[in-house]
Nanobody, 113 residues
Framework: QVQLVESGGGLVQPGGSLRLSCAGS????????IQWYRQAPGEQREWVTT???????FYADSVKGRFTIARDNAKNTVYLQMNSLKPEDTAVYYC???????WGQGTQVTVSS
């Protein structure tokens, strides 16, 4: 069974930071891009960031300069470091392997005072 498992979500105050993790098997990560998406209540799921197999990152304009994606191929894990968080970053965050459209179950991020 294919598994992508996100972790690291929680409640944080505006301006704070969180680091999300997405772990999976080597067959999922090796040689593949990994993405993060998010879905706020009542909103469509939106793309946040991608890291390619050669570690090139791409970001949505809404998170550029605040979020950083990184991968540790030895651990089959992708990280999303989120800084300067805003209330509008509140959402369920999902990781995805786009080649075969594998998704994780999501982790909740809430930014509130």
């Amino acid at each position: 069974q294919v598994q992508l498992v996100e972790s690291g979500g929680g409640l944080v105050q505006p301006g704070g930071s969180l680091r999300l993790s997405c772990a999976g098997s080597g067959t999922i990560f090796s040689g593949n891009s990994i993405q993060w998406y998010r879905q706020a209540p009542g909103e469509q799921r939106e793309w946040v960031t991608t890291i390619t197999s050669d570690n090139t990152p791409f970001y949505a304009d809404s998170v550029k300069g605040r979020f950083t994606i990184a991968r540790d191929n030895a651990k089959n894990t992708v990280y999303l470091q989120m800084n300067s968080l805003k209330p509008e970053d509140t959402a369920v965050y999902y990781c995805r392997q786009p080649r075969y459209d594998y998704w994780g179950q999501g982790t909740q991020v809430t930014v509130s005072s």
